[in-house]
């Protein structure tokens, strides 16, 4: 098998996420992977990346022996970024994974960096195996490079979105983010409700490893939105949300987001069970009453419902008002 052969199996397995019925029962198209004097470089990004890796050895690997995978794509803010990921010559995995975005001055790769460094100096040795670890940043007047070590595993919301059944996965992927959650709460609890903030926990930041071998089964990427000190619930409910948002409905057609909301937090079904035991099991691991629980939700509600109320772009344009109308009118909810 070939060092292409093998990298496209990385893609597919791992970061491919097919778009039609027929791509998921045989497969997506096959890929070309290429080494660095057969990519063009006319691309600004591109050149910006192969110019910080040439500038000094990365981990001691020389740079022509590098094979990318690259994948182009724009924020929730609409910068233009590059993602690739950096594998040794003839390897199926990759050692690295480098983001590359045209916007300077937004600096967020830059704070990501930082949130790197800071959150592995709170951390446990356990879960600092769980987030990468930051190899290079630069920034210039083209735009700014991260590059971090690539972690085991495969996205929460590719899994769900690349599989024929989506229902497999869905008490799996809520029982592990619960677990890995409430454990790092508790290692940067500060007092009841101040803790640590990821800032961005939704699905696509959540790394599945199904041959963990006694590893932690999830990683978790993308800090850039982390903080130090603020509540634990932007974390925990942020999770179902945003999961609940994207769940495919019947042939995959995508659902409004009130009955996405209400099938995630206020009916009986599947997802909401899988929703309850996150809950159950992140109270049970970190001491958190449910009343208290429930009241903060209404809370995050009310607030995100009010004027300039919620600014994170992958949620500021969700109908918080109707949410809170629901939530109010509904006999039982999750944390019933």
């Known amino acids: 098998m070939t060092a292409s052969d093998l990298m496209s199996r990385y893609f597919h397995r791992s970061v491919s996420v097919p778009t039609r019925r027929r791509e998921r029962l045989l497969g997506a198209l096959p890929m070309i992977v290429r080494r660095p004097a057969a990519i063009a470089v006319s691309d600004a990004l591109v050149s910006l990346l192969f110019d910080t890796l040439r500038a000094e050895p990365l981990l001691g690997r020389t740079f022509e022996r590098l094979r990318f995978i690259t994948q182009y794509d724009e924020d929730q803010d609409g910068r233009r970024r590059l993602l690739a990921f950096l594998f040794d010559d003839g390897r199926e995995t990759p050692f690295a994974v480098a983001k590359v975005q045209n916007d300077a001055r937004n600096g967020s790769l830059q704070i990501e960096a930082a949130a790197l460094t800071s959150v592995h100096g709170l951390v446990t040795p356990e879960l600092q195996e769980t987030i990468p670890d930051l190899l290079r940043v630069h920034a210039d007047s083209r735009g700014e490079v991260l590059i971090v070590s690539a972690l085991p595993g495969r996205s929460a919301w590719l899994e769900m979105h690349a599989s024929l059944v989506p229902s497999r996965y869905v008490r799996g992927h809520f029982e592990s983010a619960g677990r890995w959650l409430a454990a790092f709460h508790e290692a940067t609890r500060q007092d009841e409700e101040t803790t640590a903030v990821h800032g961005d926990f939704w699905a696509h930041n959540i790394l599945h490893d199904a041959h963990h071998q006694g590893r932690n089964p999830i990683a978790v990427i993308d800090w850039e939105h982390f903080t130090p000190a603020g509540s634990r619930y932007i974390d925990?409910?942020?999770?179902?949300?945003?999961?609940?948002?994207?769940?495919?409905?019947?042939?995959?057609?995508?659902?409004?987001?009130?009955?996405?909301?209400?099938?995630?937090?206020?009916?009986?079904?599947?997802?909401?069970?899988?929703?309850?035991?996150?809950?159950?099991?992140?109270?049970?691991?970190?001491?958190?009453?449910?009343?208290?629980?429930?009241?903060?939700?209404?809370?995050?509600?009310?607030?995100?419902?009010?004027?300039?109320?919620?600014?994170?772009?992958?949620?500021?344009?969700?109908?918080?008002?109707?949410?809170?109308?629901?939530?109010?009118?509904?006999?039982?909810?999750?944390?019933?």
């Not at 035991?277 to 009241?295: D, E, N, V």
Request: hydrophobic share 40%.
């Open 236 to 336: 925990l409910f942020r999770y179902p949300l945003t999961y609940g948002q994207g769940y495919p409905g019947r042939f995959y057609r995508p659902l409004d987001a009130e009955t996405a909301f209400a099938r995630t937090f206020l009916e009986r079904n599947h997802l909401a069970r899988a929703v309850r035991g996150y809950l159950h099991s992140y109270c049970a691991r970190t001491g958190i009453r449910r009343p208290r629980m429930a009241a903060a939700f209404r809370e995050l509600v009310v607030g995100s419902a009010a004027p300039g109320g919620m600014t994170h772009p992958g949620v500021r344009n969700l109908p918080w008002t109707r949410f809170l109308t629901m939530l109010d009118a509904s006999s039982g909810s999750v944390f019933s």
